[in-house]
């Protein structure tokens, strides 16, 4: 078969897919901090902290440590280039997987430079998200669970026995990291005991049983449902005690229900690090979980509205419709980077599509075990995701269509299907070397392969455009607006800003660049939660009270913050109506209202003006940027004696007059 390789050569496939997509990855990183919740993860990172629910541990211990190692390069670069390594690592995991199942090196790293170029995957792989290192979670799922299958069916029971404790091990290690890890389980599951391998006395049933188990336990630890993990805990110690009913000799060791206790308290124990660090206040220090029962609130996010099975926050069809439209995105986003329907962009995604049921028929001929469970990893990371998540309507879908009351999502979430596009990229990979064989003929099989492999790095070039985070405004503009928001704050004052796209670049602004710490920064959405009140009377004697309506607490905040002797600035970014509540007369100054006028210290310059005027908004690939870097404008606008419509309506849009 000309797609393939004669003689299987994983470690190949590996170390070539990693260096070509971490070269890719690199040459596209954000040199600096961007919107989103990679500001957050940043500070957490530098103050060893704890960043939002689910808090993520393991992830900010483990960029923890590379930045201690390198102390001397700036910390957003470092945990960018973090999620690039952890992202190429992880794909490839996938083409070592595909090489051993199909024997196949060209096809197999093929697959894996498709898959990470998928716009989802390309994306976290360029900052500091703690999706890079959940895929690369996932992927160690399959690679330990095709050994554990691979040592069972040659008979090496002994050594099944440990890569399955260690596949126990990988689930646990999803609590300290992040859940989305084990949408992986099922298949890594299905791959593990599917084996091949004969079934004397239902040990394939035993193996499943336990295996099972500890995904359930595994997830319910991840999402704080503590009884349901006791509860699939207790059904493991039940098959431990069970199995020695069975007999067994040296070299049939039964499931391992003690070992996979064993590797559930294992991995789960990072949680702990959240309770050890809280007790020293880090900068960032979400929850404040300090005691067991606010870690075990900080695991299970019960300071957000999480969302049940049941009503479905949106029509079943229009979750499904969301999906599709993520997917159109994955390998031509860079023609059309705009959420609006792109013929082009359609097209190419036809082309991949057709490619990975080309590529999917061809790895089933090959191996029907690694299929199934590439089947099952798919069919898990998108339908099982959407049935899970519940997800309101995404920002750009359904308008006209659904209820203007219906509510939206405040971004599009095509980082929840990123595994989904990992696996289609696989079997598109894998596909395109299939197709060019069998196009080519008697062409030699190298020649196929070379250009099987250029045709499934083709979204590499297809979506630069989309993916460039070096270019401006991308790479600059969540530091610009951090820099300059700070800037606007009076000295020893208080700045209250709204929400994820100032609040985070402001953090890492004052914590890993050093900025500002004079300035106390507010958020105005977190003072709902009681420990971001104590938090602010602890540290800083400013009292919010008890819980009321947003903007009675931030009036109070204001009024506490006055009494003892510091003066507050309202960032532009903050509603009108929380500061349409607030008594007195207000001044822009920079990008904030203060109530003290004398206090403004803002000097603008003509930065923000050169700019604005070198990236006009019709060249912004990103929504967020646009709608971040338009509050910039507004000291210009503001100086303006005798402002046109157009640029009257410009400010009151950007800079909350009204």
């Not at 960018?80 to 083409?95: F, K, Q, Y």
């Not at 990979?429 to 069998?438: E, I, N, S, T």
Request: contains cysteine; charged residues 15%.
């Amino acid at each position: 078969m000309t797609e393939g390789a004669r003689e299987t050569r994983p470690a190949t496939a590996g170390w070539v897919v990693f260096a070509l997509l971490l070269a890719l990855y690199l040459a596209s990183l954000a040199p600096r901090v961007t919107f989103w919740d990679a500001g957050e993860f940043i500070a957490a990172i530098d103050s060893w902290g704890i960043p939002h629910p689910p808090g993520t541990p393991l992830y900010v211990t483990l960029g923890r440590a590379v930045h201690v190692l390198l102390r001397s390069v700036p910390t957003a670069l470092v945990v960018n280039a973090l999620s690039a390594v952890l992202t190429a690592a992880a794909c490839a995991s996938g083409a070592v997987v595909l090489v051993r199942r199909t024997a196949s090196t060209g096809g197999s790293i093929a697959a894996g430079l498709c898959a990470g170029c998928a716009a989802s995957v390309w994306l976290s792989a360029t900052e500091a998200e703690v999706y890079s290192a959940s895929l690369l979670l996932s992927a160690l799922m399959l690679v330990v669970a095709e050994r554990a299958a691979d040592a069972e069916r040659s008979g090496a029971r002994r050594d099944a026995a440990r890569k399955r404790w260690l596949l126990v091990y990988l689930f646990a290690l999803a609590a300290p990291l992040h859940a989305s890890a084990l949408v992986a389980g099922p298949a890594a599951i299905w791959l593990c005991v599917d084996d091949g391998a004969g079934d004397a006395e239902g040990r394939r049933a035993w193996r499943g049983a336990v295996l099972i188990a500890a995904l359930v336990a595994a997830g319910a630890l991840a999402t704080g449902r503590f009884a349901l993990a006791a509860g699939a805990a207790v059904a493991i110690g039940a098959l431990a005690v069970a199995e020695r009913r069975v007999a067994r000799d040296a070299e049939n060791p039964g499931n391992g229900g003690l070992a996979a206790l064993a590797g559930l308290a294992l991995g789960a124990s990072p949680l702990l690090i959240m309770m050890f660090r809280a007790r020293f206040d880090p900068a960032i220090n979400q929850g404040n979980p300090a005691s067991f029962r606010a870690l075990g609130d900080e695991i299970a996010r019960r300071q957000y509205d999480v969302a049940a099975l049941w009503p479905r926050q949106a029509p079943p069809w229009i979750q499904l419709a969301n999906f599709f439209q993520y997917a159109d995105w994955q390998f031509g986003l860079g023609l059309a980077p705009e959420t609006t329907f792109s013929a082009g962009r359609l097209a190419v995604s036809l082309i991949f599509l057709a490619l990975a049921v080309a590529g999917a028929r061809a790895h089933r001929a090959r191996d029907r075990r690694s299929f199934r469970a590439l089947a099952v990893l798919i069919a898990s990371a998108s339908l099982g995701v959407i049935v899970y998540l519940n997800l309101k309507a995404g920002p750009s879908i359904g308008w006209g269509l659904l209820p203007d009351t219906m509510p939206h999502e405040a971004r599009d979430r095509d980082y929840f299907f990123t595994l989904a596009f990992w696996g289609w990229g696989l079997w598109a990979g894998y596909g395109a070397v299939v197709v060019v064989a069998r196009a080519r003929g008697s062409v030699r099989a190298r020649t196929a392969i070379i250009a099987g492999t250029a045709l499934a790095a083709l979204p590499a070039l297809l979506n630069w455009r989309a993916m460039n985070r070096r270019r401006e405004p991308d790479a600059g503009a969540a530091a610009m607006v951090a820099d300059a928001l700070l800037a606007s704050a009076p000295p020893n004052g208080v700045l209250v800003v709204w929400g994820d796209n100032d609040s985070y670049p402001v953090w890492e602004a004052q914590r890993a660049r050093r900025l500002r710490r004079d300035v106390i920064v507010v958020t105005s959405p977190l003072l709902g939660a009681a420990w971001y009140r104590d938090e602010l009377r602890r540290r800083f004697a400013i009292d919010a009270g008890p819980l009321a309506p947003e903007r009675t607490m931030v009036a109070r905040v204001v009024a506490s913050a006055t009494a003892v002797g510091r003066p507050v600035a309202i960032a532009v970014t903050v509603p009108a109506e929380v500061r349409n509540a607030l008594r007195g007369e207000w001044s822009l100054c920079g990008l904030a209202w203060t109530a003290e006028a004398a206090h403004c210290t803002f000097a603008r310059g003509d930065t923000i003006d050169r700019f604005i005027a070198a990236h006009p908004p019709g060249r912004f690939t990103d929504n967020t940027v646009r709608a971040m870097l338009e509050p910039l404008a507004c000291p210009r606008l503001a100086a303006r004696a005798a402002p046109d419509s157009a640029a009257a309506d410009s400010l009151a849009g950007a800079c909350n007059t009204r």
